[in-house]
């Protein structure tokens, strides 16, 4: 039983690009969340897909974006790159209260 | 929004000593979890604890609701127990929010 699983592992960008995360949850698991995790913090939320619809989102702004696919797997998209991006962002799936998190991705932003 | 603090911050310890890191939050919660950061950043899910004592091992840990705390217990601490532990939290229909976390290392 594969667990969440995230691509890629290390991105680097400019500021002003756009970047696109990816994430497959768990096997069974249908609700995706995303978080940012800047270095020495805890994970901020930023927003939770459930059946292709954004349920929750974090205070987080417009130019962070997500999507929810038929097969439960979602993206993560962040335009207008700034340097304060820079962080692990990692992705949740949800099952009876528990959230079963990825590898993360580790995106830095020059 | 709730606010969730934990301590101590840092901890260190000697291979086979035990541990106690604590958990306080703000408001009523009808979700906590903890988890186990490595040094590589994945996280763990280590319990889901929203009130009473659940043992994994040697890892345990026990939730207070009514004085809004939670504690994870440490026996016999390994190498491997190294890394930052989170408590979050859910307080109604809040997403989950995480303290800033504790971090252990453990010394051979």
């Known amino acids: 039983d594969a667990g969440v699983t995230q691509s890629p592992t290390h991105l680097i960008k400019t500021r002003g690009q756009q970047v696109t995360l990816r994430c497959s949850p768990k096997s069974g698991h249908d609700t995706v969340s995303w978080y940012q995790q800047a270095l020495g913090q805890g994970p901020q939320f930023i927003f939770q897909?459930?059946?292709?619809?954004?349920?929750q989102r974090g205070n987080f702004p417009d130019r962070f974006s997500g999507h929810q696919f038929p097969n439960y797997s979602s993206e993560l998209n962040v335009n207008a790159l700034l340097l304060g991006d820079s962080a692990l962002y990692l992705c949740?799936?949800?099952?009876?209260?528990?959230?079963?998190f990825g590898p993360g991705t580790r995106l830095t932003v020059l | 929004g709730i606010q969730v603090e934990q301590s101590p911050p840092d901890l260190i310890l000697q291979e086979g000593a035990n541990s106690t890191l604590r958990c306080n939050f703000s408001?009523?919660?009808?979700?906590l979890q903890w988890f186990h950061q490595n040094p590589w950043g994945q996280l763990i899910n280590l319990f889901y604890?929203?009130?009473g004592t659940k043992q994994n091992g040697r890892l345990s840990a026990t939730t207070v609701a009514t004085e809004r705390y939670s504690l994870l217990y440490i026996s016999s601490s390994q190498t491997t127990d190294s890394g930052v532990y989170f408590c979050a939290v859910k307080s109604g229909n809040t997403p989950l929010v995480f303290g800033k976390g504790t971090r252990l290392s453990v010394i051979a």
């Open positions: 408001d009523s919660v009808n979700n």
């Open positions: 604890i929203p009130s």
């Open positions: 897909y459930y059946e292709e619809e954004e349920r």
């Open positions: 949740a799936s949800t099952q009876s209260g528990r959230e079963f």
